[in-house]
């Protein structure tokens, strides 16, 4: 089959689910990356033959996304940050709106920039690291810590660190169980904490697409719908036990319930607590301070 032929075989198979720019866009990102050779290249010499090992790689992409698989998990990284990441199933695939929280923290960390002194950072349900990775990369003055109940996240993670060549101290522990706090972090106090934690309530699933549904991990996407803040009162909690006074606390939350996460923080007694909208204009980050 000739490069030409497999690309009218996506469109053919594809264009009524994704439209035609997007799949071309996606044929040519998994072009690039079987056949090794550059969009132009490919474009200049459309009836070339593919070999057995490019052909097969081709059809088993488009079949995958015929069946709604991410590309990112096809072509096993995605970009964050302007930073490269492997993700696999095992971990979320980065968002936006989590970007616009790693801007956020910059932006209110900046001032810190200047003092010398290291400060510690700890991110919570770190994923594929990217929030700790883009803030090692960014923040000279930080020690980063992340945390992460999936070990074969943690994984990914590591390999994330070493892809971007920072160092990040990963720990596997679950949140949620309060004995687990004094044994990993006996003698730290954060001087910011950040999460992007589990947040989407059972009953949003309905709106949610199959792409994320079947392939994104469960355990990394869904609260009950009795117990939604049941990460954001355990974080504040721990926050209150494990970081300096003045510190920071950033969350992405979820859209529809920022004002109860805001109460719930001024519960925990934190200050000057804001919330902000993403891109979307949609309640999606909240800074507090301790
Ligand atoms: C929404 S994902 C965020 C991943 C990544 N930080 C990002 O922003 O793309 C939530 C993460 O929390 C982790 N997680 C779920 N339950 C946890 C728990 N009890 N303790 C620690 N981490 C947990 C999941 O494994 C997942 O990686």
Redesign the pocket.
């Known amino acids: 089959m000739t490069f030409k032929e497999i690309h009218t075989q996506f469109h053919l198979k594809l264009d009524a689910e994704y439209g035609k720019n997007e799949v071309d866009a996606m044929f040519f990102l998994l072009s690039e990356q079987f056949l090794n050779k550059k969009r132009i290249d490919l474009s200049l010499t459309p009836y070339n033959m593919l070999v057995d090992i490019e052909l097969s790689q081709l059809t088993e992409a488009l079949n995958r996304l015929q069946n709604n698989e991410p590309i990112q998990y096809i072509i096993g990284t995605t970009y964050?940050y302007g930073l490269e990441f492997k993700v696999n199933q095992?971990?979320?695939?980065?968002?936006p709106e989590?970007e616009e929280?790693v801007s956020l923290a910059i932006e209110s960390l900046k001032p810190h920039h200047v003092d010398s002194d290291k400060i510690n950072i700890l991110?919570?349900?770190?994923?594929?690291?990217?929030?700790?990775i883009s803030l090692a990369k960014l923040i000279g003055n930080a020690h980063v810590f992340a945390?992460?109940?999936?070990s074969q996240?943690l994984k990914i993670a590591q390999e994330n660190a070493a892809l971007n060549a920072v160092e990040v101290s990963f720990i596997e522990?679950?949140?949620?169980?309060e004995t687990n706090w004094t044994e990993n972090f006996k003698n730290i106090q954060f001087d910011v904490i950040i999460?992007?934690?589990?947040?989407v309530r059972e009953l949003e699933k309905a709106q949610m697409k199959d792409n994320v549904l079947n392939f994104e991990?469960t355990?990394?996407?869904f609260v009950s719908d009795e117990d939604p803040l049941i990460?954001y009162r355990?974080i504040a909690k721990f926050a209150s036990e494990y970081m300096k006074p003045n510190g920071l606390l950033f969350f992405?939350i979820n859209q529809y319930l920022a004002q109860e996460t805001k109460k719930m923080l001024e519960m925990h007694n934190f200050e000057t607590i804001e919330i902000y909208q993403d891109l979307s204009g949609n309640d999606r980050m909240i800074k507090a301070t301790k």
């Open positions: 964050f095992h971990t979320l695939i980065p968002r989590t929280l991110d919570i349900g770190t994923g594929t690291g990217c929030i700790a945390l992460d109940i999936s996240a522990t679950d949140i949620l169980k999460s992007n934690p589990p947040y991990p355990s990394a996407l990460f355990a992405e």
